[in-house]
């Protein structure tokens, strides 16, 4: 997972997101007024994964004001002013996501991580593709296998949500964060047909002040 270090200003977010594009981009100008995907990719860090662009953008110029997140997404190109219309994502408490959040949406989901140390203090199994020749078939596999997994509280409630990250990441600190991903489904067990449960596939994090 990534941490990211907010804009400070316009001025700041301008010239970082308005770079050019990577060398091979050679139709994308720096300093021309437009911020193209390939300009938000290479400072995200992504190649074509459009909706993990926007989430990097929205925590990116979280600490601006509405006028001035406002004056950059203007400056985004028409096709990716659409696509940051699709993929903004929702802010949430953790006592909210559960009920309010939208299965494969993004969401910025604000509170304090602790790390579930152990096979034994949790459950919850994900889908996932597995590829034979050309034949797609499905599995079901305990989230904790392929994840770090945390609970995240709020400061309002004692109703935590799960965040998770690939393994080998970073460990989240254990203070209030702000958490940037992508909500998926989450069954209590390898037998449940419908999802009861939530969580986050987190990408960034940020600091809060």
């Known amino acids: 997972m990534t941490k990211i270090e907010p804009y400070k200003n316009t001025e700041e977010a301008l010239s970082k997101l308005d770079n050019g594009g990577r060398f091979y981009n050679i139709l994308t100008k720096a300093d021309d ?112 296998d392929v994840y770090d997994v945390y609970e995240i509280r709020d400061e309002i409630s004692d109703k935590n949500f799960l965040i998770a990250h690939a393994k080998g990441s970073t460990k989240l600190p254990e203070r209030k964060i702000k958490v940037a991903g992508v909500l998926k489904e989450l069954k209590s067990s390898k037998n449940e047909k419908k999802a009861s449960k939530k969580f986050l596939e987190a990408v960034y994090h940020m600091d809060i002040d």
Do not use: R
Request: proline content about 4%.
């Open 33 to 144: 007024g437009i911020i193209s995907k390939a300009e938000l990719g290479k400072v995200g860090g992504v190649f074509n994964d459009k909706q993990q662009m926007i989430l990097f953008l929205e925590l990116s110029i979280t600490k601006l004001t509405e006028e001035k997140k406002h004056l950059i997404i203007s400056k985004l190109e028409e096709n990716l002013q659409k696509v940051y219309l699709k993929y903004k994502p929702t802010e949430l408490l953790p006592s909210e996501a559960n009920e309010k959040g939208i299965i494969a949406s993004n969401a910025i989901i604000t509170g304090i991580p602790k790390l579930t140390a152990s096979k034994s203090n949790f459950t919850g199994f994900i889908m996932i593709p597995i590829m034979t020749g050309n034949v797609t078939t499905f599995t079901m596999i305990p989230l904790i």
